[in-house]
């Protein structure tokens, strides 16, 4: 019989989760990976060059005048879909063994991060700063859960777990002055393990379609089926998203 997990529980593992999306999520979209912040002084420089940085510059990813220029709607589709490719290919490649593997707590472990990392990066483009609100927002959302305001709130016994989580983005940046792609992966993962200790809460979360599942159950060609039911799942978790701030007030 699975262990019935009570709102405390599951609080006491979502308030460390979410304060350890921010560090996460700041390396993602203050990256500037095209750097182009500060590179203005380049297009009086070459033809050649300042057509290239004008081109690059038009795409929408974080430092760019497009993303500048971008709504919060686009905002975030864009962390849905584009970050979402990454997370949802993570979390789908334990199909790769068909309806064996796809069994494993890892699964559902790393699909509800990828789902929370996208959450968070949501609400935070609507302005929401508020680390127990954003507890809400996932528990509800994910696990079907509505959590109080006390239990959402944090405590003190939380720093230390939120340093055990974001201690490879700390060292990152220690070394190099910045959070490395390898950083962030060792986070995401960490972050997983975490949430395994609610593993048995995490079949709640949003799900790929029948026949995206019917797919993941095929041995090789299952991280497909994978792929492309977390892509679905994501979609759903942004569009309840938006739902959960409006219903609350939170959308800009």
């Known amino acids: 019989m699975a262990e019935v997990l009570t709102d405390e529980r599951i609080a006491a593992v979502l308030r460390p989760f979410v304060r350890a999306t ?64 990454f997370l949802a290919l993570v979390a789908g490649l334990p199909r790769f063994g068909g309806v064996i593997t796809s069994r494993l707590p890892i699964r559902n472990a790393l699909g509800i991060t990828g789902q929370g990392l996208v959450l968070c990066a949501i609400a935070a483009e609507h302005g929401v700063t508020d680390q127990a609100v954003k507890v809400q927002l996932i528990a509800e959302v994910l696990l079907g859960r509505e959590l109080s305001d006390e239990l959402a709130a944090g405590r003190a016994e939380d720093d230390e777990r939120v340093s055990e989580l974001t201690e490879d983005l700390d060292a990152a940046r220690r070394e190099h002055g910045r959070a490395t792609p390898k950083a962030v992966v060792r986070t995401v993962w960490r972050m997983a393990r975490a949430l395994w200790e609610i593993d048995s809460e995490l079949d709640k979360r949003p799900q790929g379609r029948l026949h995206h599942e019917l797919l993941g159950n095929i041995p090789v060609v299952g991280v497909v089926g994978g792929y492309l039911g977390e892509r679905s799942a994501l979609r759903k978790v942004g569009r309840l998203g938006a739902q959960w701030l409006r219903r609350n007030g939170l959308r800009r």
């Open 22 to 85: 921010a560090p996460v999520l700041d390396a993602l979209r203050e990256s500037d990976p095209l750097r182009l912040r500060g590179r203005s002084g380049d297009l009086d420089a070459d033809g050649a060059l300042r057509k290239v940085l004008r081109q690059l510059d038009g795409m929408q990813v974080p430092g760019s005048s497009a993303w500048d220029a971008m709504s919060v709607e686009q905002r975030c589709d864009w962390w849905a879909s584009r970050v979402g490719r």
